[in-house]
């Protein structure tokens, strides 16, 4: 599966690579997210609970931040592990450059599933990463830009 696709943030390119690199905002963006712990400052450790279709499992996993520029670009590298739903392995570039008074983040994304998420079919599994990364983005955004009340970064 491959993805990309580009967001504006009304924040700061500082202020919004900040938040991309800050485990509790990350946690409370990322559709699903029970935990989400930095183990280093390149590596986090993740439990997500999805549901794709039919199929609900809990997926753990890791996640290594690499290629990092900061506050430009980095790219994320990961696994999880789903049980017998299966599991996830790949990685995204993300980029972020200013845009006026905000900030423009673009990322692609390649990524490859097994098990029993990926009988589902392609276009479950690709309109399924779509809407997580739609909410994920809604929600960071919400998260940095501070227009959710009490959860500024």
């Given amino acids: 599966m491959n993805m990309n696709g580009t967001h504006l943030i009304p924040a700061p390119r500082e202020k919004v690579w900040a938040a991309l690199n800050d485990p509790d905002v990350l946690r409370r963006a990322i559709p699903g997210c029970q ?16 549901k794709i279709g039919p199929v609900k499992a809990t997926f753990r996993g890791d996640v290594m931040l690499q290629d990092l520029n900061p506050p ?6 990961g696994e999880g592990k789903g049980g017998i739903a299966g599991f996830a ?13 905000g900030t423009r983040l673009d990322y692609e994304v390649d990524a490859k599933v ?7 079919g392609g276009r479950l599994i690709d309109s399924t990463a779509k809407k997580l990364a739609g909410e994920f983005f809604d929600n960071f ?3 940095v830009s501070g227009e959710r009340p009490g959860t500024e970064a």
Avoid at 89 to 101: F, I, S
């Fill in 141 to 143: 955004s919400d998260i």
């Fill in 89 to 101: 392995k790949g990685g995204a570039d993300v980029r972020l450059t200013d845009d006026g008074e």
């Fill in 114 to 120: 097994g098990g029993k998420i990926a009988q589902l």
């Fill in 35 to 50: 935990e989400l712990e930095m183990e280093s400052s390149t590596e986090l450790s993740a439990t997500v609970g999805l």
């Fill in 72 to 77: 430009t670009s980095y790219r994320i590298e």
